[in-house]
């Protein structure tokens, strides 16, 4: 049965390649969308910045809500991931 099951959806294998190959791509996606580095990267300029005077206290205090509510969106995320 084995034999024939691989005959008869041979002419599908482009179909599973292609979903295999999208699969991957969507998974590297997700490696680097929830990925905490960059973030951290980004607030540890962030704070560079204000200490330099580029940055008021106003935007330093908006940019850092809005990389540490990315930064809890990321470890939920590994969290329900790991479940």
Known sequence: MGLITQILTLPL??????????????????DK?????????????????????????????RREDELLDRLDEIRAHKQYSDT
Do not use: M, N, S
Not at 13 to 30: C, D, F, I
């Open 13 to 30: 294998a482009p179909v599973r390649g292609t979903v295999w190959v999208l699969e991957r791509v969507l998974e590297a996606a997700e």
């Open 33 to 61: 969308y929830y990925d905490p580095v960059p973030v951290e990267q980004e607030l540890a300029a962030l704070e560079k910045a204000l200490l330099a005077g580029d940055i008021d206290e106003e935007t330093f205090d």
